[in-house]
């Protein structure tokens, strides 16, 4: 089966969680910038969630640059994935109106960790499929950036239960450790390009 249709339905997703949430944006009432600092909650959400949803994006396209072909195990690995992500306009909103109570910011630190996961068990059904020998393993074997990340997205739930702030610090540090795509790829890429 080609690619083609699954990038397209994972892109049309991606677009629609990015709507979702900027729908939730409202219009400050009033002129003034402290009408927009009673909306900081909401669009500091929205902000990292946007920066998380774009990773994903961008790091879902890397992913299948280096499949040859997609079978039934991936197509369900791939909704999987996209499961989780669309459950994080619910989190983004709920957390940032709640003003970062418990309970919403550690479920938006679930959400994110289950994104993860989901993430990994993507990568890893892809490898199988590719094979041993295959461009797949070669460039996704031993991704500890993401293994690492599990566990930090982990981390960061507990953390919610003794401040929500240590949460979304340490979920903003994570949004920068992943704001550079992986390396290899990137790195594969441009050398074939050249040549």
Not at 12 to 17: E, L, Q, S
Not at 52 to 64: A, D, M, R, T
Not at 150 to 173: A, M, V
Not at 182 to 189: D, G, P, R, S, V
Request: proline letters at 2%; aromatic letters at 12%.
């Amino acid at each position: 089966m080609n690619r083609n249709r699954l990038e397209a339905i994972s892109d049309g997703i991606f677009a629609i969680i990015i709507t979702v949430m900027l729908l939730e944006l409202k219009i400050p009432e009033g002129d003034s910038l402290s009408a927009l600092r009673a909306e900081s909650h909401l669009i500091f959400s929205y902000i990292l969630s946007f920066i998380y949803v774009g990773i994903y994006w961008n790091n879902h396209h890397h992913l299948f640059q280096v499949v040859k072909s997609v079978n039934g195990k991936i197509l369900w690995g791939n909704l999987h994935l996209m499961f989780w992500l669309t459950m994080i306009p619910l989190t983004t909103g709920w957390s940032a109106h709640s003003g970062y109570a418990q309970t919403p910011t550690a479920l938006y630190a679930f959400i994110l960790f289950m994104c993860s996961i989901s993430y990994h068990i993507l990568e890893k059904i892809l490898m199988k499929s590719e094979g041993v020998n295959s461009l797949a393993v070669e460039l996704l074997g031993r991704n500890n950036k993401l293994l690492i990340s599990i566990l930090f997205y982990g981390t960061s739930i507990f953390l919610s239960f003794i401040d929500t702030k240590l949460t979304l610090l340490s979920l903003g540090l994570l949004a920068v450790f992943w704001f550079l795509p992986n390396k290899k790829i990137e790195q594969h890429f441009k050398h074939n390009k050249n040549q």
